[in-house]
């Protein structure tokens, strides 16, 4: 291995080694490292959003063709807004309405990948319930309908008549869509020890590769 590879790897397992000091309490150390992981993030997309926002996306584009392309300057002018009116606090109400077409996308996009990407296939996956077993439809069925009453608040148990009787029998099915709730996000939780733990055995590893390596590049030498 190249000396340079090396350097590489000792760098990592300081970084690791300064990342599991935070198991000894928050100290100088974990800071350090945290600090150094951050800076590198903001370095790196700093750099990527000049050169592939502005440059790519904006800067070419408008000097190839700049009759073609004036609808870029919209994103130009929500960003150079924001820069400048944001900045300064007297004006920063100013900043709001350049922030506010990007909030209201970006709401837009997450209840349209919401609605695409949960929703709709749990819709088809309850409609489809006749090309499973008997067992797995009803039980799909059911933590469908359940786990929806869940969220339900219009029906209320204390009221009279049919309404009542309504919303005792909503009061139950939405009891049984809270325990649906509760084994979902206890398998999800499950699933998120299983890879920190995956990713804590993995970093062991490296460290123990590392120490194996500088043994033998230096304890040859």
């Known amino acids: ?41 903001v370095g790196y997309a700093f750099g990527m959003v000049i050169s592939e926002v502005w440059g790519k ?3 070419d584009p408008l ?23 944001k900045s300064i606090p007297r004006l920063a109400y100013i900043g709001n309405f350049f922030l506010s077409p990007l909030i209201g996308f970006g709401i837009a996009v997450a209840l349209v990948g919401a609605f695409i990407g949960t929703l709709k296939p749990q819709f088809e996956a309850t409609a489809n319930v006749m090309n499973a077993t008997p067992w797995e439809g009803m039980l799909i069925a059911i933590g469908t309908v359940c786990t929806l009453l869940a969220f339900d608040f219009t ?33 999800a939780f499950a699933g998120a020890i299983t890879a920190a733990l995956t990713i804590f055995i993995g970093r062991i590893q490296f460290l123990i590769e590392v120490a194996v390596e500088l043994l033998s590049t230096f304890g040859s030498g």
């Open 155 to 187: 029906f209320t148990q204390r009221q009279r008549g049919l309404g009542g009787v309504l919303g005792n029998v909503i009061g139950l099915l939405g009891k049984a869509g809270r325990l649906f709730l509760t084994v979902a996000f206890g398998v």
């Open 63 to 85: 000097r190839e063709n700049f009759g073609s392309n004036l609808f870029l300057i919209i994103p130009l002018g929500i960003g150079l807004g924001l820069l400048i009116f």
């Open 57 to 59: 996306l904006i800067a």
């Open 1 to 41: 291995m190249s000396y340079p590879e090396l350097i590489g790897m000792a760098v990592g397992a300081l970084l690791t080694i300064l990342v599991f000091s935070y198991l000894l309490g928050d100290n100088f150390l974990y800071r350090l490292a945290l600090h150094i992981f951050l800076g590198a993030l």
